[in-house]
């Protein structure tokens, strides 16, 4: 899939993070899900690894995005865009759906859950939009089984009040510091 975001606007690392950054504010939900274009110190350092990395680390969400659409046949698949960008910590969240783009945008928070889960994370999301929903109720988890069985995951269990459980569901096991990965540190 194209990667609409990276388009190189300019030669200069920061400048390309920066113009990536605010477009993924576009796509959130709420635009300060996406904060860190207002921090003057960390703005610099991450806008320089974005502009120099996030080709590649988008490139490995959308491996885990078409891992997700072979799940389904080709007709039951929908149209899904997938980027990664650090998360506001105020929002308490690894990734986001946001069902009111076209196509359906998927936001992925890399540097809050260890590169050996990102697919899990993808999986979460992926199963709020196949089921066109951002709840935690049965047709999300209709999906989410549906994707657990394609991954070889245990699916999980009906049962009342599994909204709660299902807001987590896979686990995804978290990085010490959100920012470390975003600032060149991480270690995937
Ligand atoms: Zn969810």
Avoid at 62 to 83: G, K, M, R, T, Y
Avoid at 87 to 94: C, G, T
Wanted: with cysteine; net charge negative.
């Amino acid at each position: 899939m194209a990667n609409q975001l990276a388009i190189a606007t300019s030669t200069d690392p920061f400048t390309r993070g920066l113009d990536y950054l605010y477009r993924t504010r576009s796509l959130a939900l709420e635009p300060d899900i996406v904060d860190l274009v207002y921090d003057p110190d960390k703005r610099i350092p991450i806008c320089t690894w974005i502009g120099n990395h996030i080709d590649a680390v988008n490139a490995q969400l959308n491996a885990c995005l078409q891992a997700c659409h072979n799940c389904f046949h080709p007709w039951e698949q929908c149209a899904i865009q997938i980027f990664a960008a650090p998360l506001a910590n105020s929002f308490r969240i690894d990734g986001l759906c946001n069902l009111q783009t076209d196509p359906i945008t998927i936001l992925i928070d890399v540097g809050r859950v260890i590169p050996e889960d990102w697919q899990l994370l993808v999986i979460h999301e992926y199963a709020h939009a196949h089921a066109g929903s951002p709840g935690h109720h049965q047709k999300f988890a209709k999906s989410l089984a549906h994707l657990c069985l394609g991954f070889a995951i245990v699916p999980p269990e009906f049962q009342p009040g599994m909204e709660v459980s299902l807001r987590s569901y896979p686990n995804c096991r978290p990085t010490q510091d959100p920012l470390a990965f975003w600032r060149g540190l991480g270690n995937g």
